[in-house]
Every structure is written in structure tokens, then in C-alpha cells.
């Protein structure tokens, strides 16, 4: 069992940035950020394999950075040039299942967080 704490969350103004964190309470694995805004789907954004390796969605590919420190079983999403449509609930997600590899994928993983708010005002 891998708990998740996501922290950073706030609201900010189009064109500002915030950086989320998610503290993992053992080895992570593979670890992914969602988000899933009021009646929508909760979608993938970003993802990082153990060896670094990560991937984007379109709408946050050269505004958004996942990066990971393995010795604090951290993550960390880097956000900026926020605009309002990037308002919703962000989830960090750890654990790829057995033979998944799809990081912006919600099936892949084992492990959820319980979600931080992220509100951009224009």
C-alpha cells in the first residue's frame, strides 16, 4: 500500500505558476498527475516512469514539468503560464498495475491522492 499527500494547490492568476508536490509513503514506481475539472473526465496531463522517462498531454506539453526526487519518493508538477482552463482538481497517481505503461492512462495505476484544488482567475 503507497499512501499520497498532494500539497501546492491555491488559486493564481492567468499567467502565473504553481508547483504541486506529492509525497509518497513508500516506493512509488511510476507516478502520473491527473486532473479533473467540474463534469469532466479526469484526464492524464504528465508522467514519469522510474528511469526518468516521462510524458505530456498536448494541452500542458511547454507549460508543464514532471519531475521526481527518487530519494524523497517525491513528485512534482511545475506549472506555468496558467491559464483558466487549467482549473480543477489535481491528483498525483503512483503504481503502474503489471504490464501497464501508459502514463496518461487512469487504469494504469495502483495509488491516488486525495486531490488538490488549482484555481486560475483570468
Known amino acids: 500500500q503507497v499512501q499520497l499527500v498532494e500539497s501546492g494547490g491555491g488559486s493564481v492568476q492567468a499567467g502565473g505558476s504553481l508547483r504541486l508536490s506529492c509525497a509518497a509513503s513508500?516506493?512509488?514506481?511510476?507516478m502520473g498527475w491527473f486532473r479533473q475539472a467540474p463534469g469532466m473526465e479526469r484526464e492524464g496531463i504528465a508522467g514519469?516512469?522510474?528511469?526518468?522517462?516521462?510524458a505530456y498531454a498536448d494541452s500542458v506539453k511547454g507549460r508543464f514539468t514532471i519531475t521526481r526526487d527518487n530519494a524523497k519518493n517525491t513528485l512534482y508538477l511545475q506549472m506555468n503560464s496558467l491559464k483558466p482552463e487549467d482549473t480543477a482538481v489535481y491528483y498525483c497517481a503512483a503504481l503502474c498495475k503489471r504490464g501497464q505503461s501508459a502514463l496518461l492512462v487512469r487504469a494504469t495505476f495502483m495509488y491516488w491522492g486525495q486531490g488538490t484544488q488549482v484555481t486560475v482567475s483570468s
Open positions: 513508500g516506493y512509488p514506481g511510476c
Open positions: 514519469i516512469r522510474g528511469d526518468g522517462i516521462t
